[in-house]
RNA sequence: GGACCUGUGGUGCAGUUUGGAGUGCACGCCGGCCUGUCAAGCCGGAGGUCGCGGGUUCAAAUCCCGUCAGGUCCGCCA
């Protein structure tokens, strides 16, 4: 990480703490911070280790100054190198410390409820609520500045590529579809909503029907769906789209940026960074945000169970995952999986515990094993080149389910903490247009209903929509879906297209988005996108596991906020003037 | 909307399985001692609605039901 603190002196001190070192012998400094810790040692002697965004120094001062921790306090003292025998190796500054000290207290501190101390750890909620405490300790002051340090570099990448920083509205237009939108009530016109957008598509797209050639943003998106350990109602996106680009243009643009930023916390950019095509990605990891951080692919046994006698293995598709070393597994761990993968939606989970059989080979041990024919248990062996000590885990089912049954358990058995090991990033590109059927038996689109269709699939759009590939592509890290962009539809033609396969008449879409449709009639250059997901970026870069680990003030899973109280009841003169009455559910 | 886990002095935990007096540990806090500590040390002290409500019982932190809060996940996240 790059920490160019350079000249820090304010009018109150003239550097700081963690900056103080051997080059600064009996120079007379003043600094500024706070009490980390006090230690006494009878009338005339005490030690205060004070503390700044940049570390820890010493201060020798009279046993008689009264501060304790927390307190913020200036120090005027002389630097001198500690006696023989004191010096602390744990310390950046360890070597020397502030002598001749005056102390002034610039502010008293009640004792702390939460500590302040990293090694010291704390119910989140509780760090949640004094937040601005738990924020002074150094792994948060990391993770900020880590942060910072991401977006700064982000910036920079952008600007070089010729992008120029626009500013869109956070009071946008309803446009039911997608995500659920946070609604705004109009003051001026009572009874009509603003949203808070989901995020700036449709406006970055207007953008470019504006001439601005290349767009960017470190947009904040609001989206009211459950928060999970990745995801907030608000989060960050550095948020992308360029004229008279393709795909490629894309890749190569947001791929060099997230290099940058790599670079920039860690010293070194990732190796070039790989694609896979969305279809490979589920075949082989049973997921679109395949972690390559480890094998553990998933194996077709379609071929070797055709037309068998098994019934459990009747189904369209036979897959399997192996888990090196995983026949000491205990039937309890086993029924646990077989739980998971039924609580995924399987119908079952097929286990082999492979041993050494007689005369060299090897052997299954399963409740399945005495029903598989001999041609079976030789081909499920030499597909999946399991060896003696290895599970075997097969689900049988439609192929989409086999898929992700596996790759899910696949990331639960083989998968490290986020933290753990390099920093993988792959392009997972060709995702289907659509993914599924709604109620009314029209296909869903997978990105969004401005996708433009891969060039090789725009016929099938009216005749086999749910095969037709699109030009969208996702980047991922390490298993997290970093962000997704596409190539948008630019053409009338194709446009009304996509909005026929999706069931959208043409009344429905000039009701929704009638105000860009109506922009591309005046021409629209041929442009495309993308969003990168700053918040998970920034918590991979910091070995967290949990977005809210990466900002400053988050909101708990049941979208509080226990520092603030909010979300809280509106006065009722505040509801009046807005046109709202609200209908709270009797307990 | 659903599943699971957690809730015990300011903080982190043990105690809950097998009901028996708020019992214990560590940190912090307050007071005292201490001139080279560095998560200082030693001595003493204060601090509790065992999340909340109900039930079972002679007796509940402990068992049962409900509820609230926090977390992980499913649904949801074009």
Same mark, same amino acid.
């Given at each position: 990480m790059s920490t160019e603190d350079a000249d820090r002196a304010t009018s109150m001190r003239t550097s700081l703490c963690g900056r103080v070192g051997t080059d600064d012998v009996e120079e007379r400094v003043r600094l500024c911070g706070w009490v980390a810790r006090r230690r006494e040692h009878g009338e005339h002697l005490a030690f205060i280790d004070l503390r700044d965004h940049t570390g820890l120094v010493q201060c020798v001062v009279d046993g008689a100054v009264d501060v304790r921790s927390e307190y913020v306090i200036s120090v005027e003292g002389v630097v001198k190198r500690r006696p /023989? #025998?004191? $010096?602390?190796?744990?310390?950046? !500054? #360890?070597e020397i410390e502030i002598h001749d000290c005056t102390v002034e207290v610039l502010a008293a501190a009640e004792p702390p409820p939460v500590s302040v101390d990293d090694r010291v750890e704390a119910d989140e909620s509780v760090r949640l609520r004094y937040r601005y405490l738990d924020l002074r300790r150094p792994h948060m002051q990391r993770n900020m500045r880590i942060r910072s340090t991401i977006n700064s570099s982000l910036r920079r990448a952008m600007e070089r590529h010729g992008f120029c920083e626009v500013e869109t509205p956070l009071l946008w237009s309803p446009t039911p579809e997608g995500a659920r939108e946070f609604a705004v009530p109009s003051r001026l016109q009572r009874g009509s909503f603003y949203v808070l957008p989901q995020s700036p598509q449709l406006a970055k797209q207007l953008l470019m029907v504006g001439g601005l050639d290349r767009y960017y943003q470190i947009a904040r998106c609001l989206r009211d769906e459950d928060p999970r350990a990745d995801r907030q109602f608000e989060f960050t996106q550095l948020d992308l789209e360029a004229s008279f680009v393709g795909q490629d243009d894309i890749i190569e643009i947001v791929s060099d940026a997230v290099a940058d930023a790599s670079e920039a916390v860690t010293g070194k950019r990732p190796d070039s960074v790989e694609r896979m095509t969305w279809t490979d990605a589920l075949n082989r990891f049973g997921t679109d945000k395949p972690d390559l951080r480890f094998g553990m692919e998933l194996i077709d046994l379609s071929a070797v169970f /055709? #037309? !068998?006698? $098994?019934r459990a293995f009747s189904a369209p598709v036979v897959k399997a995952i192996v888990l090196a070393e995983g026949g000491t597994l205990g039937r309890g761990r086993i029924d646990a999986l077989v739980d998971r993968a039924m609580g995924l939606g399987a119908a079952g989970l097929a286990w082999f515990r492979i041993g050494e059989g007689e005369g060299g080979g090897l052997s299954l041990e399963s409740p399945l094993a005495a029903h598989l024919s001999d041609t079976e248990r030789d081909g499920l062996l030499a597909a999946t080149g399991a060896t003696a000590g290895d599970l075997v885990l097969v689900v049988a089912a439609e192929h989409r389910l086999a898929c992700t049954v596996l790759g899910n358990l696949r990331v639960h058995l083989g998968g490290q903490a986020v933290g753990d090991g390099p920093h993988r990033f792959v392009w997972v590109v060709e995702f289907p247009m659509f993914e599924g059927l709604d109620d009314e038996g029209h296909p869903i689109a997978a990105h969004h209903p401005f996708t433009m269709p891969h060039p090789d699939d725009v016929a099938l759009l009216g005749t086999d929509p749910l095969s037709a590939r699109s030009q969208s592509y996702d980047l991922v890290l390490n298993g997290w879906e970093l962000g997704s962009g596409s190539v948008r539809i630019h053409r009338a033609d194709i446009q009304s297209a996509v909005f026929r396969a999706l069931g959208i008449s043409v009344e429905d879409a000039e009701a929704r988005f009638g105000f860009l449709l109506g922009a591309f009639r005046y021409g629209a250059p041929p442009h495309a996108g993308f969003a990168v997901g700053l918040d998970r970026l920034v918590a991979i870069f910091c070995g967290e596991e949990n977005i809210r680990e990466v900002i400053a003030f988050p909101k708990t899973q049941s979208g509080s906020d226990p520092l603030t109280g909010a979300p809280k009841a509106l006065a009722d003169s505040a509801l009046k003037e807005l046109g709202i009455r609200t209908v709270v559910p009797e307990k």
């Open positions: /023989e #025998g004191t $010096v602390n190796d744990k310390l950046a !500054t #360890g /055709e #037309g !068998t006698g $098994v």
